[in-house]
């Protein structure tokens, strides 16, 4: 690979780095592709409200991020996500905090918990395709929300009532749809404007949100007392473990502290699963071969084949594996840089900060061949390193839930390839651009749907 020597560190002026905030924005991987061909292993990166950042997109460079001490490296700070996330959240915790919650939360995605989840991802895909199968043209992006926001209501907050759960569905709509990439990337956009700007558009859906989770974390704390009371047995929702979790202390979790964390697994395990199921049709749909095969070997098990069966499927785990690699729906990972360092061979003050391009590392030919081709294939030829190959970030910092996001990938496209038959019906050729906090299609995807 051709390149220039690493550009050297420098102060942008405030129009570069709205044009950098607007490149990201708009075509997140052209930008990361032209940073990746033209430096080698890294780029430095300024966008408002943040110093400059020293971005890796070598394996190397991710090795060094991944296992710096967090005495050295940290969560972003400020975070764009805090708006949307809340302070509480693991995402945005440090250190200890960071640590401590990590471990009391960590149960409610292992074991028994995860595998108590499969009947309500199952009866999510069943109700969501049902609705459609009469649809002669089905948006690929508008079904798989739908989908994925049914289980993750029903798995993180417990609700299985029609009608809050149409609350919640809203809800949920309008506060990741009024987090828009401007207020992420823009910390001056966070501005009231008499009620009618974006800032308070987002402010009004976050408090009717607020105003539900709330009322069920209190609603849940008096069944569990309850159930306590009357020795019967505790639901399986993330909800209910995370009202019972005591820290070393002794102390439960606050409300507000609850809420943060309920808001980041519905943020992070919605729109994220949504947008890689959604690539994962495209991508399929647009490769015969791929899915020829596919669909092969999803035929071999029953159709009441168990979640043990379907995980050790190794051609749907190389396609699932594949998707995210072209497509990580996480764009950068971020680190605070809190004591001047070394990183790459550059000198890192503190105050500055540091990070991977997902995009460019996944798309390096250092390390993969034919990084832009789909080929499920090398999954099957290779093993990657966690610095190669970081879907679902990587060290302490790695998703916690990732294991839950597995799950739901290969249990949707289990059930919807082995009953259906699925037929692109919009452009082949997509773009990806950021919405809310994760890269989805910028064009609209459709396919028809029919009986296999």
């Given at each position: 690979?051709q390149t220039l020597?690493?550009?050297?560190?420098?102060?942008?002026?405030p129009?570069?780095?709205?044009?950098?905030a607007?490149?990201l924005?708009?075509?997140?991987?052209?930008?990361f592709?032209?940073?990746?061909?033209?430096?080698d292993?890294?780029?430095?990166?300024s966008?408002?409200?943040?110093?400059?950042?020293?971005?890796?997109t070598s394996?190397?460079?991710?090795?060094?991020?991944?296992?710096?001490?967090s005495?050295?490296?940290?969560s972003?700070?400020?975070?764009?996500?805090?708006?949307?996330?809340?302070?509480?959240?693991?995402?945005?915790?440090?250190?200890?905090?960071h640590?401590?919650?990590?471990?009391?939360?960590?149960?409610?995605?292992q074991g028994a918990?995860?595998r108590?989840?499969?009947?309500l991802?199952?009866?999510?895909?069943?109700s969501?395709?049902?609705?459609?199968?009469?649809?002669?043209?089905v948006?690929?992006?508008?079904?798989m929300?739908?989908l994925t926001?049914d289980?993750?209501?029903?798995?993180?907050?417990?609700?299985?009532?029609?009608?809050?759960k149409?609350?919640y569905?809203?809800a949920?709509?309008k506060?990741?749809?009024?987090?828009t990439?401007p207020?992420?990337l823009?910390?001056?956009?966070?501005?009231?404007?008499?009620?009618?700007g974006?800032?308070?558009r987002f402010?009004k859906?976050?408090a009717?949100?607020?105003?539900?989770i709330?009322?069920d974390?209190d609603?849940?704390?008096?069944?569990?007392?309850a159930?306590?009371?009357?020795?019967?047995?505790?639901?399986?929702d993330?909800?209910s473990?995370?009202?019972n979790l005591?820290?070393?202390q002794?102390q439960y979790?606050s409300?507000?502290?609850?809420?943060d964390?309920?808001t980041t697994?519905?943020?992070?395990?919605?729109?994220?699963?949504?947008?890689?199921?959604?690539w994962a049709?495209q991508?399929?749909?647009?490769?015969p071969?791929?899915?020829?095969?596919?669909?092969?070997?999803l035929?071999?098990l029953?159709?009441?084949?168990s979640?043990?069966?379907v995980?050790?499927?190794?051609?749907?785990d190389?396609v699932?594996?594949?998707?995210?690699?072209v497509?990580?729906?996480?764009?950068?990972v971020?680190?605070?840089v809190?004591?001047d360092?070394?990183?790459m061979?550059?000198?890192?003050a503190?105050?500055?900060?540091a990070?991977?391009?997902?995009y460019?590392l996944?798309?390096?030919p250092?390390?993969?061949?034919y990084p832009?081709e789909f080929?499920?294939?090398?999954?099957l030829?290779?093993d990657?390193?966690?610095?190669?190959?970081v879907?679902?970030?990587?060290?302490?910092?790695k998703?916690?839930g990732y294991?839950?996001?597995?799950?739901e990938?290969?249990?949707?496209?289990?059930?919807?390839?082995?009953?259906s038959?699925?037929?692109?019906t919009?452009?082949?050729?997509?773009s990806?651009?950021i919405?809310?906090i994760?890269?989805?299609?910028?064009?609209?995807?459709?396919?028809?749907?029919s009986?296999?």
């Amino acid at each position: 690979m051709q390149t220039l020597s690493m550009q050297p560190p420098s102060v942008s002026s405030p129009f570069q780095k709205i044009s950098n905030a607007l490149q990201l924005s708009l075509n997140p991987e052209g930008f990361f592709r032209k940073k990746l061909y033209r430096y080698d292993g890294a780029f430095f990166l300024s966008m408002p409200g943040l110093n400059q950042i020293l971005m890796a997109t070598s394996s190397e460079g991710a090795s060094e991020i991944f296992s710096s001490p967090s005495s050295v490296l940290t969560s972003s700070l400020p975070s764009p996500l805090q708006p949307l996330l809340g302070s509480f959240s693991l995402i945005l915790l440090q250190g200890a905090a960071h640590n401590r919650e990590r471990r009391m939360i960590r149960p409610a995605f292992q074991g028994a918990c995860l595998r108590s989840y499969i009947p309500l991802i199952h009866r999510a895909v069943d109700s969501t395709l049902g609705k459609h199968a009469l649809d002669k043209q089905v948006n690929v992006q508008c079904l798989m929300q739908e989908l994925t926001l049914d289980v993750i209501i029903e798995v993180v907050f417990g609700v299985t009532d029609v009608e809050r759960k149409v609350a919640y569905q809203d809800a949920v709509r309008k506060l990741l749809a009024t987090f828009t990439p401007p207020l992420m990337l823009l910390p001056f956009m966070r501005t009231p404007m008499l009620g009618l700007g974006p800032w308070d558009r987002f402010t009004k859906a976050r408090a009717v949100f607020d105003t539900l989770i709330l009322e069920d974390i209190d609603n849940a704390k008096r069944k569990s007392r309850a159930d306590d009371t009357s020795g019967a047995t505790q639901p399986s929702d993330v909800l209910s473990t995370l009202i019972n979790l005591q820290d070393e202390q002794g102390q439960y979790l606050s409300n507000t502290h609850i809420r943060d964390e309920l808001t980041t697994l519905l943020a992070a395990g919605h729109e994220t699963t949504a947008n890689s199921l959604t690539w994962a049709i495209q991508l399929i749909s647009t490769h015969p071969s791929v899915e020829s095969r596919l669909v092969e070997e999803l035929m071999t098990l029953d159709e009441n084949a168990s979640i043990e069966q379907v995980m050790k499927l190794r051609y749907l785990d190389a396609v699932i594996k594949e998707v995210l690699r072209v497509h990580p729906v996480v764009p950068l990972v971020m680190r605070s840089v809190m004591s001047d360092t070394t990183l790459m061979g550059y000198d890192v003050a503190a105050g500055t900060y540091a990070g991977i391009a997902t995009y460019a590392l996944h798309m390096n030919p250092d390390i993969w061949t034919y990084p832009e081709e789909f080929q499920p294939q090398r999954f099957l030829d290779n093993d990657y390193s966690p610095q190669e190959y970081v879907p679902f970030g990587g060290g302490t910092k790695k998703c916690l839930g990732y294991g839950f996001a597995l799950f739901e990938m290969k249990s949707v496209l289990f059930k919807l390839y082995r009953h259906s038959s699925i037929t692109l019906t919009s452009n082949s050729k997509i773009s990806a651009a950021i919405q809310g906090i994760t890269l989805g299609p910028k064009q609209k995807i459709t396919v028809s749907l029919s009986p296999r």
